[in-house]
């Protein structure tokens, strides 16, 4: 039994087998000769990884998924093909290349093959056969990773597990974008486990909000687990528990049942609160909102008790597709989620892509430093034909509700401008086209570069509302990767300098008349939502998961206290200091 420690990034506990979800593109096929006497080692090498993928794939078959059960059948029988398993030998013996390229050539041509059909049925057994060999593939290379002679070979099309993902399993990868992520919302995995990635990462961010338990920055896990191994998912302490003994196993799954148990208790409160406002003992009336990826989430939103929409991420429609969306998708998808919300505010996010949200488009431009380089409205104002489209789009859609713009990662004024300029233009196309608008249609921008929280006055006489997205601040404040868990001690909210960031964008606001909100994650945390009530915040805009949890907290609170323990945290220098004088003040709440 081993114990290794990550970060938690959505609570819940689970046990249960994992799937390895392999590197898209990140394994390359050695290619080199062999002498005849060398074959009968490369085969005897794909022999015993055709044996183990075999018994990978037994030992992810459940007995209670047919689904499942039919294509991991038919990928089991494709292993012990009688036809293919024999033709690979004798190309071996023919070319005399290693095993690995002879492989790969034979499942290139024969997946090939099938797609030529044109037949969408032949064309998903294509699929197939590349994630069954895809899965002997990597067990050859992780068994044998670098051949003394191999020279870089070209990059591997099998993707073993990229198929799929079977339900009611663990997945442990590297990392995965978030854009495969999105893929795997309905798959139905019960845990995500990452050895990168960091709280707030997206990946990090997604799980939260679909309920999915998930740990980053397990180090080393992938090369301890293989498919269908039993561990322990704790997202509450974000650890996870690799070969656990039977103790551990049963005393897991008691803590999961009583989270359940714990869960539907919490949904009875939730329900006690869902008509009660987010108001202090003392009468301040706080708003709080929901972030979502798509326009389908705002259902859910409105359940949770979510006052409008204060962050949609419009990038992951982007990401949703390999092709852009062009304006007539993207104007659904905003009128969507601003009939679904009715008359609450929903605020839209430009494109923000780049960094780790790579969009089509952007694939080919190699940065050094993504996170400093070519994203959100630096790549948009780039690329205007695209972003006035996207204007237009929300433009239309504002002409069904309440609807608000909101520019990403605005580093000074003359981005804003820029940016304000080509919503005129776009607002002007619209006007010659006689299409109907919100001509007063609110425009805002996030503050999540510290040279906009350091000028938010200078910016917030162009705006009519600011947005303070911690996830970046705090990245770009600390110096610190937000995926990066080997730094992950300094990436903390609250530090001093991170709250004069925070603080000096609320004074802005304040002073300009202009609404100031929270849409990064610390938005989501009672404790922060506390501290931030005292330094003047009144909106916040979270995952809808933890709407309720922080209505909570709101309801117990006095404002009056919040500003005391405010004044003292930022007198203080260790974020230590502030958390422990924040949570002892809660504590006389409970
Ligand atoms: C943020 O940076 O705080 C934010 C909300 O945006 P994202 O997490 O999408 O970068
Ligand atoms: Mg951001």
Not at 37 to 64: P, Q, Y
Not at 480 to 505: G, Q, S, W
Request: with cysteine; net charge negative.
């Amino acid at each position: 039994m081993r114990k290794l420690e990550g970060l938690s990034a959505s609570p819940g506990i689970v046990v249960g087998p994992v799937f390895r979800y392999a590197d898209e593109g990140a394994v390359s096929i050695p290619k080199y000769e062999i002498s005849r006497d060398e074959a009968e080692a490369h085969w005897r090498r794909f022999d015993a990884a055709l044996v183990k993928s075999r018994n990978e794939l037994s030992l992810l078959m459940d007995g209670r998924n047919k689904e499942q059960n039919d294509i991991l059948e038919a990928q089991l029988l494709m292993l012990s093909d009688p036809e293919f398993i024999p033709q690979v030998r004798a190309e071996l013996e023919r070319t005399l290349l290693n095993i690995e390229s002879v492989l790969h050539a034979k499942v290139d041509a024969a997946a090939s093959m099938l797609r030529s059909t044109g037949d969408a049925y032949l064309s998903e057994r294509a699929v197939d056969i590349e994630d069954a060999f895809g899965r002997v593939m990597n067990n050859m290379l992780q068994a044998d990773p670098a051949p003394d002679k191999a020279s870089p070979g070209q990059p591997s099309s099998a993707k073993a597990g990229t198929r799929f993902v079977p339900p009611g399993t663990i997945l442990v990868a590297r990392n995965i974008k978030p854009s495969e992520a999105l893929s795997l919302r309905d798959s139905g995995i019960s845990g995500i486990v990452l050895e990168e990635g960091g709280a707030t990462s997206h990946v990090a961010i997604l799980a939260r909000s679909w309920k999915i338990p998930a740990v980053m920055g397990v180090r080393g896990l992938l090369e301890l687990v293989s498919d269908g191994d039993e561990v322990v998912l704790d997202g509450v302490d974000g650890l996870v528990i690799v070969e656990p003994a039977a103790d551990a196993v049963s005393l897991y799954r008691t803590r999961a049942t009583s989270e359940v148990r714990l869960k539907s208790a919490e949904a009875a409160v939730r329900a006690a609160l869902l008509g009660a406002p987010a108001e202090t003992r003392d009468g301040a009336r706080m708003t709080l909102r929901a972030n979502i990826a798509l326009s389908d989430e705002v259902p859910d939103a409105k359940l949770e008790g979510a006052e409008g929409i204060g962050l949609f991420r419009s990038e992951f429609l982007f990401l949703a597709s390999e092709t852009l969306p062009d304006e007539e998708t993207q104007y659904a998808e905003y009128r969507r989620a601003v009939e679904c919300m009715k008359d609450c505010p929903v605020i839209i996010r430009t494109l923000d892509a780049g960094a780790d949200k790579m969009i089509a488009d952007q694939r080919d431009y190699v940065e050094k430093n993504p996170l400093l380089g070519w994203r959100a409205i630096r790549y948009c104002l780039d690329r205007k034909d695209l972003f006035r489209a996207q204007l237009r789009a929300l433009l239309r859609a504002s002409a069904h509700g309440d609807l608000r713009v909101m520019f990403p990662m605005i580093a000074n004024l003359g981005e804003l401008e820029s940016a304000l300029s080509v919503l005129d233009e776009a607002k002007a196309e619209l006007a010659r086209k006689k299409l109907p608008f919100n001509r007063r249609m609110k425009v805002g921008i996030m503050i999540e570069i510290p040279a906009a929280a350091v000028c938010a006055d200078q910016l917030a006489k162009r705006v009519d509302f600011m947005s303070i997205g911690t996830n970046d601040l705090i990245q770009y404040a600390m110096a610190v990767d937000r995926e990066n868990a080997k730094v992950a001690h300094l990436y903390d909210c609250f530090n001093p300098a991170v709250l004069r960031l925070i603080r000096m964008t609320i004074e802005a606001g304040i002073d300009a008349g202009v609404d100031v909100s929270m849409c990064g994650e610390m938005a989501g945390d009672p404790a922060s939502v506390f501290l931030l009530m005292g330094m003047g915040l009144r909106n916040f805009s979270m995952s809808a998961a933890h709407i309720a949890t922080v209505k909570e907290l709101i309801r117990k609170a006095s404002l009056r206290d919040a500003i005391e323990v405010a004044e003292s945290a930022m007198g203080l220098t260790a974020p230590r200091e502030i958390r422990k004088l924040v949570q002892e003040r809660l504590k006389t709440y409970e």
